[in-house]
């Protein structure tokens, strides 16, 4: 029996003590659970191989009120904000260390220097035009003789008596456009505003509606009458409609107009429309409106406030997300450095350089092309979390080579914005 006293506490400690199996059962058991989560997870998305487009049902998979609504992004609800949640929602997922160029509709306004200039042209035609008749240089005595001014009859001493017959009922603060002849060794065309203060006219070159101020690359352009006509249809009337669209017809003739010109040069192009100027109005009417036109790779194309622009998206598979890429590239440069960052086996095995975790500069091997380590060790830069990428930065890289034999070589590469 004291034997068996002896003995049964040993027999106890060998079952309570430590199994040296149960941390290895442990490590497997998670990693198969962690295998079999990673297995559903896929499963249940689709591998985006390629460059994508979104469609107008991706940009309704935003929780971004805007980018839903309108399916686009903008300065305010921007693609660097959004997209990655986009496509985590769309279930698709991506390979490691590979930039995807992911192309989406950008709204970039429209241009609110048209507007103001249609409004000028309008407050412009809304004023009063008079051109002076043989009849009216007559009435005014020695102008009469040769029907204009001159140095000896001025404008000035005739107008103010003459404006303030004509127009008896005018009000302080009206303006009228004068148009008249004026003699200086030739005969020469003169257009003045005139303002009336209550009492007198004068002659207010500061008077009527200020022109906006324009692009200083924008050039401007009214159609004329005879410009209509050579287009056909829009020559009946003079104007385009919904069934004469300028869209239609302008590109070519500013190609004919302006043979010469040169790529980007911008136009704005002013034209007669018939239509309705706004939704609710009832009828029809001729109005003004203007477009700008830009010389692109041979074509005048015209402004749009939604254009189409890429981001580039990398697929970060340790964290199951999509995170935007700063539209950062680099550059080989000789300025001091402002970080360094030296490449781990982690890197090599990201840009295909596993094997032997180096870059092989022999001749006959791509990366004997030094662009090519470049354009690798920017794939790496962009995926690594140890340092910060940001325009104008130059960081001082490490990395091994084999030439024959191991080396190590340092580059400095400056971070700038893709074109």
């Known amino acids: 029996m004291k034997k068996i006293l002896y003995i049964l506490p040993i027999v106890l400690f060998w079952f309570t003590s430590c199994d040296p199996m149960e941390d290895v059962y442990t490590e497997v058991d998670e990693f198969n659970k962690e295998a079999k989560a990673n297995e559903k997870y896929f499963a249940q998305r689709t591998l985006l191989d390629a460059n994508y487009e979104l469609v107008e049902a991706d940009y309704q998979l935003a929780t971004n009120g805007s980018v839903a609504?309108?399916?686009?992004?903008?300065?305010?609800?921007t693609a660097k904000d959004n997209l990655a949640q986009i496509l985590n929602d769309k279930m698709v997922y991506g390979e490691a260390g590979k930039d995807y160029k992911v192309t989406y509709d950008f709204y970039q306004g429209s241009l609110s220097y048209v507007k103001s200039y249609i409004k000028y042209l309008e407050a412009v035609s809304a004023l009063q035009i008079y051109e002076l008749t043989t009849e009216d240089y007559d009435s005014m005595g020695k102008p009469g003789k040769y029907d204009n001014f001159s140095k000896s009859a001025p404008a000035a001493?005739?107008?103010?008596?003459?404006?303030?017959?004509?127009?008896?009922?005018?009000?302080?603060?009206?303006?009228i456009v004068v148009t008249y002849k004026y003699y200086s060794g030739s005969v020469s065309e003169v257009v003045e505003n005139w303002e009336f203060n209550g009492t007198v006219w004068a002659e207010n070159p500061n008077a009527?509606?200020?022109?906006?101020?324009?692009p200083s690359d924008v050039h401007v352009y009214e159609l004329l009458?005879?410009?209509?006509?050579?287009?056909?249809?829009?020559?009946?009337?003079?104007?385009?409609?919904?069934?004469?669209?300028?869209?239609y017809y302008l590109p070519t003739f500013l190609n004919i107009k302006y043979p010469y010109a040169k790529e980007g040069t911008k136009y704005l192009v002013v034209y007669k429309f018939y239509g309705k100027k706004k939704k609710d109005d009832e009828k029809n009417s001729?109005?003004?409106q203007a477009q700008e036109y830009t010389l692109t790779n041979g074509v005048w194309k015209p402004y749009s406030s939604v254009i189409k622009k890429t981001a580039t998206m990398s697929y970060k598979v340790a964290k199951k997300t999509w995170e935007f890429v700063p539209p950062i590239t680099f550059v080989k440069t000789d300025e001091a450095p402002t970080a360094s960052y030296t490449l781990t086996i982690a890197d090599y095995e990201l840009v295909g350089n596993g094997k032997y975790k180096n870059f092989d500069i022999r001749e006959g091997?791509?990366?004997?092309?030094?662009?090519v380590i470049i354009s690798?060790?920017?794939?790496?830069?962009?995926?690594?979390?140890?340092?910060?990428?940001?325009e104008g930065n130059v960081y001082a890289v490490t990395y091994k080579y084999y030439d024959g034999g191991a080396g190590e070589k340092?580059?400095?590469?400056?971070?700038v914005l893709e074109e």
């Open 69 to 77: 609504k309108y399916k686009n992004f903008s300065s305010r609800a």
């Open 157 to 175: 001493d005739y107008l103010p008596d003459f404006l303030k017959a004509k127009f008896s009922d005018a009000e302080k603060g009206d303006i």
């Open 208 to 214: 009527g509606p200020k022109a906006p101020k324009l």
């Open 225 to 247: 009458p005879e410009d209509y006509d050579s287009m056909g249809k829009p020559g009946k009337y003079d104007n385009f409609s919904d069934s004469a669209k300028p869209s």
């Open 286 to 288: 001729t109005f003004k």
């Open 365 to 371: 091997k791509p990366e004997a092309d030094e662009n």
């Open 376 to 390: 690798k060790i920017t794939i790496i830069l962009k995926n690594q979390t140890e340092v910060a990428i940001k």
């Open 410 to 415: 340092t580059i400095n590469l400056k971070a």
